[in-house]
C-alpha cells in the first residue's frame, strides 16, 4: 500500500477511487524569460507527490497531508466564499489541493461529488523543483477524472496557476504546471509563456549516459522578494523604452539600440532576456540536431548572463558551476529564481560521484552550509498510478 492509501484509510472507511500522482520539475534553461512573454524549457523529474482520493456524498472536501494528518475540511459550495478572499482561515498548505477543487468546480457543468484527499510526497519542499506545482498537478488529474471534467493538460495547468495565484497568494507563472502535467520520459517541455503552446523536446540524457545533478545550496538569501521585483520593474521598464508588449519582442539585433538608449544597469537586465530567449531556442536546435552533449556551453552562457547581467546569482550557486565543471560536467548553471536555491550540472554517468565530491569539498573549503545533492530524471508527466 502506498503511503497516500494508508493515510487515506486512516481518515475515511470509504475505498479509494484511485491514486494520482504528479512530478517535481527542473527547468534546464530559460530564466526569467517567463514573465517576458518568453521561452523556458523544463522538464518534469522521477520524485512525485501522490493523492488517494475516495468519493463523499455530503459535498464536503477534506484533505490530509503526510505534513499535517490533521484533516482540513470545507463544503464545496463553500470554496467560492473562500477563495481569494478569507484563504487565510484556511492553513497554507491545504490552500493548494482546495484551491485546485475550487478552480475546477468552477469548470463543472452540474454539481459534483464531495472527496477525501490523502496526500504524500517524495518533492522535497523548497529545493526548487516545485513541490506546489506536484500538489497541484495530481489533484488536479484526479479530480478532473472523478468528476468527469475532460478538461486539457493546459486547462489543468491554468487551474492550477488559479488555485497558487489567488488561493494560496503566490504571484507565480504557468511553467511549473506545465512541466508537471506535460513531462514525458527523457524529454522537456518548451513551452512559449505568451501562446502557452507547448512541444516535446527528447532529451536522450539516458542514452547519451548523462545525468543531471542537483545542488540544493539551502541558501535562500533575504533580499530575494525585493530582488524578484525589482528585475520585473527593469524588463518592464526596458520593453517600454524600446516601445514593445514584452521583451520577448526583441532579438540580439535590437540590442545595440538598447545599448544606446538605456542606462547601463536596465540595458543589461535587457540583454539578459533577450540573449536567455535566443539561448532557450538554441537549446532546442542543438538537442534536435546534435544531441545533449552540445548543449553543455548554453547552459554555462546562461549561467554567466544570471551571474553578470541579471545579476541574480550568489557565490555559492557559482562555486557549485565551477566545482561541478572542474569535475568533468558537460554544462552547469543555477537555476529557478536566484538569489540561492540550486544549480544542476550535466554530468557523465561515471563522474557523479566525482562531481558530487568536488562540490562538497569546494564548499567546505569556502565555509558555505553544505550542500544537498541528488540526481533528476527527466521523467513522464502527472497520471493515474
Ligand atoms: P516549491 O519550490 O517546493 O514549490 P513553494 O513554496 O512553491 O516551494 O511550495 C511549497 C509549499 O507547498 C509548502 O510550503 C506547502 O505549503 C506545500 N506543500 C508541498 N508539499 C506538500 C505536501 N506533501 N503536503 C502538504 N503541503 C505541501
Ligand atoms: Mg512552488
Known amino acids: 500500500m502506498t503511503a497516500a492509501t494508508s493515510l487515506l484509510n486512516d481518515l475515511t472507511d470509504a475505498p479509494p477511487a484511485g491514486v494520482w500522482s504528479a512530478p517535481g520539475r527542473v527547468n534546464l534553461i530559460g530564466e526569467h524569460t517567463d514573465y517576458n512573454d518568453g521561452f523556458v524549457l523544463p522538464f518534469a523529474i522521477g520524485q512525485r507527490t501522490h493523492a488517494a482520493v475516495s468519493t463523499r456524498r455530503d459535498g464536503r472536501v477534506r484533505v490530509v497531508s503526510s505534513f499535517d494528518p490533521t484533516p482540513v475540511e470545507a463544503a464545496l459550495d463553500e470554496l467560492e466564499d473562500l477563495f481569494p478572499a478569507r484563504r487565510d482561515e484556511v492553513p497554507e498548505w491545504a490552500r493548494y489541493p482546495l484551491g485546485v477543487a475550487w478552480a475546477l468546480q468552477r469548470r463543472a457543468t452540474s454539481t459534483v461529488s464531495g472527496v477525501d484527499i490523502a496526500i504524500d510526497s517524495e518533492v522535497p519542499v523548497g ?209 529557478g529564481g536566484g538569489f540561492g536555491g540550486a544549480a544542476i550540472a550535466l554530468v557523465p554517468h561515471a563522474l557523479v560521484p566525482a562531481a558530487s565530491e568536488a562540490v562538497r569539498r569546494a564548499f567546505a573549503a569556502a565555509g558555505f552550509r553544505e550542500p544537498h545533492l541528488f540526481t533528476v530524471a527527466p521523467s513522464r508527466g502527472a497520471g493515474r498510478d
Open 127 to 335: 529545493a526548487g523543483l516545485s513541490s506546489s506545482a506536484a500538489i497541484e498537478g495530481a489533484v488536479a488529474v484526479a479530480l478532473d477524472e472523478l468528476w468527469a471534467l475532460g478538461l486539457t493538460r493546459r486547462e489543468l495547468a491554468i487551474a492550477g496557476r488559479l488555485a497558487e495565484n489567488e488561493a494560496v497568494g503566490a504571484p507565480t507563472g504557468i511553467m511549473d504546471q506545465t512541466a508537471s502535467l506535460r513531462g514525458e520520459a527523457d524529454a522537456a517541455i518548451f513551452l512559449d509563456c505568451r501562446t502557452l503552446e507547448t512541444e516535446i523536446v527528447p532529451l536522450g540524457f539516458a542514452e547519451a549516459g548523462l545525468e543531471v545533478l542537483v545542488v540544493d545550496t539551502r541558501v535562500s538569501h533575504a533580499h530575494a522578494t525585493g530582488g524578484y521585483a525589482e528585475r520585473r520593474a527593469a524588463c518592464e521598464l526596458g520593453a517600454r523604452m524600446m516601445d514593445v508588449v514584452a521583451l520577448r519582442d526583441l532579438s540580439v539585433l535590437d540590442l545595440r539600440r538598447a545599448a544606446e538608449l538605456m542606462d547601463d544597469v536596465t540595458f543589461r537586465r535587457v540583454r539578459h532576456i533577450v540573449t536567455e530567449n535566443q539561448r532557450v531556442l538554441d537549446t532546442v536546435r542543438v538537442l534536435r540536431e546534435q544531441g545533449p552533449l552540445a548543449i553543455g556551453d548554453l547552459l554555462l552562457a546562461s549561467h554567466a548572463s544570471m551571474r553578470d547581467d541579471f545579476e541574480i546569482s550568489t557565490p555559492e550557486l557559482d562555486a557549485a558551476v565551477q566545482a561541478a565543471m572542474t569535475a568533468g560536467a558537460i554544462g552547469a548553471r543555477m537555476t
